[in-house]
């Protein structure tokens, strides 16, 4: 894939989502869909945040959609231009189906949302709606991959590779399962989420490009632009935050890019605060009810524990960053090593 296309999908997807804001902002204040906030699911100061427009995770969504798809058309129109890599239309369908398996999970949250602010209350889907809808999304996805023509069901763990032949499935359902709902455990914290997955979204953009997979560098590009023109409007303090249409989209581009690509084990390392996130809430609770009442953390996920310990929310999103950064590099570093 030509560096300037991936260069163009970024900044457009980037100028997409910061403008969009200026439309969409004003159109969530007045269908009044604000976030309902009940501390019990955080520290009492972010009752301050009730009312913030929700459902902004639309901004990177229709921003990396967009993106994408006049990366593909100047692909098409200037590939040979390309010294690289080239793909075919199966692997374009592969993009694309990685594409509605994001906007599936954007639709699954968007439905979550709208019951939220129905209700005006914190609770939307109940959990177990909420999981089956994933795992329909999920098998669906991986049923249209298979179908595309990607039936490799080998684990590679860098320094050896076995297939674990049909169980790969069952597998990827629950790596599924557990980094979507990673990734909207992370949306705690204005802006926390978003660095957080640009920075995984650009070392993903490198790995594609290695792995001369280019029409996931379009997306992977796509997402971290979309990102970065959100966090115009959702660093602190938010003036929106993406709610469940933005965090479960995110997760299931996460998702989407780590098997597409077979690195779901890199994943595990550069998406290393996605998963501290969700285990942090897993030790919790088990903690609780083995000790009946006892915790580990002041408060769960890991970003609400380290609020409660003084730390503001600014300084919570920069440490989280710089952790990004780190687990990155060391996932980098273990994919060069291979």
């Not at 979550?112 to 909420?130: I, R, S």
């Not at 792995?211 to 990102?227: E, I, K, P, S, V």
């Not at 030790?283 to 000790?291: A, W």
Request: with cysteine; hydrophobic share 55%.
């Amino acid at each position: 894939m030509p560096f300037w296309i991936n260069i163009l999908v970024g900044l457009l997807a980037f100028v997409v989502a910061a403008l969009g804001g200026k439309a969409l902002l004003p159109w969530l204040h007045k269908l009044k869909f604000g976030q309902p906030i009940k501390v019990d699911f955080g520290p009492s100061w972010h009752a301050n945040k009730q009312g913030t427009p929700t459902m902004g995770g639309l901004l990177f969504i229709f921003g990396s959609i967009i993106a994408t798809a006049v990366g593909y058309a100047l692909y098409r129109f200037f590939g040979t231009t390309d010294f690289v890599s080239t793909f075919s239309d199966r692997e374009a369908l592969r993009l694309l189906s990685c594409m509605i398996f994001c906007l599936l999970f954007g639709v699954i949250g968007f439905i979550d949302d709208f019951a939220k602010v129905a209700k005006k209350q914190n609770e939307g889907l109940k959990p177990m709606q909420k999981i089956v809808l994933q795992v329909v999304a999920a098998v669906l996805w991986l049923a249209a991959m298979y179908w595309l023509g990607d039936r490799d069901t080998h684990i590679d763990l860098g320094f050896v590779r076995f297939n674990i032949s049909w169980f790969y499935y069952p597998l990827m359902v629950l790596v599924i399962l557990y980094l979507t709902n990673a990734v909207n455990l992370t949306d705690g914290v204005d802006g926390l989420c978003g660095t957080v997955t640009l920075v995984a979204m650009l070392i993903f953009t490198l790995i594609c490009s290695k792995l001369q997979m280019g029409c996931y560098t379009l997306f992977t590009m796509a997402l971290a632009g979309g990102c970065l023109g959100f966090l115009v409007w959702n660093l602190h303090p938010a003036k929106c935050f993406m709610g469940d249409t933005g965090s479960l989209a995110l997760g299931g581009a996460v998702a989407a890019v780590a098997i597409g690509t077979h690195t779901e084990l890199l994943l595990v390392v550069i998406g290393g605060i996605y998963v501290l996130e969700a285990l942090s809430v897993m030790l919790q609770v088990g903690y609780f009810k083995m000790t009946h009442g006892k915790r580990i953390f002041r408060m769960a996920p890991l970003h609400h524990h380290f609020e409660l310990g003084g730390w503001k929310e600014v300084t919570v999103v920069k440490r989280f960053f710089l952790a990004s950064c780190l687990f990155s590099l060391l996932g980098v570093g273990m994919y060069l090593a291979r």
